[in-house]
């Protein structure tokens, strides 16, 4: 079944210490995103691919950073984690139309905790 | 910009009760709108979206909404529940032109019970 992957489900890091999140998908898709989900909220938008393009968020801080090496994976690199980064990360892909409207397909999510 | 309220936190209901979970927007522009659902510890679902044309969407596992211009509402409705309903439920829009942003809800918890 084609579907977005999101590896791994849960992570541990310590304070300050660089973390990688990846995601991959064998939907084809030309747009990945990534979203920041604290506990009992909204996911939050922090950039998003299109193509090679990359679009961040205005309001996402700048230890932040994401990579897009092809069409297939996405990465999300936290590179000084601080205690409040602890929060479930979502990948999501969608196929971008000119009539819009397109379904954003959601991995399962990487539950990151910084001790 | 725009904004999504779920005025509702948790609604807890009954096996085979019906539900209604209420959602609101504001926007300038015009927009489509979406509910997603979000089983404990996985990612989010899409249920249903209204694009256009009729107001009354349905979408998977006997869920509908409804589309309401005039009080800028989208609500999600189910005529009987069942357990595995429980989860998590976000309105979402985006606007229908340019980068289409989901803007998300602050989420309805559905809790159901025998």
């Known amino acids: 079944d084609a579907m977005v992957i999101q590896n791994p489900r849960y992570q541990v890091t310590q304070f300050g210490k660089p973390v990688t999140l990846s995601c991959s998908q064998t939907?084809?898709?030309?747009?990945m995103y990534w979203y920041q989900q604290k506990s009992s909220q909204a996911p939050k938008l922090l950039f998003h691919?299109?193509?090679?393009?990359?679009?961040n968020e205005a309001d996402t801080p700048d230890n932040f950073q994401s990579r897009r090496p092809n069409t297939s994976f996405c990465f999300l690199d936290i590179r000084s984690p601080g205690l409040g980064d602890a929060a479930m990360y979502l990948c999501?892909?969608?196929?971008?139309?000119?009539?819009?409207?397109?379904?954003?397909?959601f991995g399962p999510g990487t539950r990151l905790l910084v001790l | 910009a725009q904004s999504v309220t779920q005025l509702d936190s948790q609604v807890p209901v009954f096996e085979e009760a019906p539900v209604e979970l209420r959602c609101n927007y504001s926007?300038?522009?015009?927009?489509?709108l979406f509910w997603y659902v979000q089983y404990p510890n996985q990612g989010l679902q899409l249920l249903l979206k209204?694009?256009?044309?009729?107001?009354l969407v349905k979408g998977i596992n006997g869920f509908e909404a409804e589309f309401n211009k005039s009080q800028t509402s989208f609500h999600l409705r189910k005529p009987s529940v069942h357990i595995s309903d429980t989860a998590e439920y976000f309105c979402?829009?985006?606007?229908?032109?340019?980068?289409?942003?989901?803007?998300f809800g602050t989420g309805t918890r559905l809790l159901v019970s025998p």
């Open positions: 691919y299109y193509d090679k393009d990359f679009n």
């Open positions: 999501a892909t969608s196929s971008r139309t000119s009539g819009g409207g397109e379904t954003q397909y």
């Open positions: 939907l084809n898709h030309n747009v």
């Open positions: 926007s300038s522009v015009s927009v489509y």
């Open positions: 979402a829009v985006t606007p229908d032109t340019g980068f289409q942003k989901l803007v």
């Open positions: 209204y694009l256009s044309g009729s107001t």
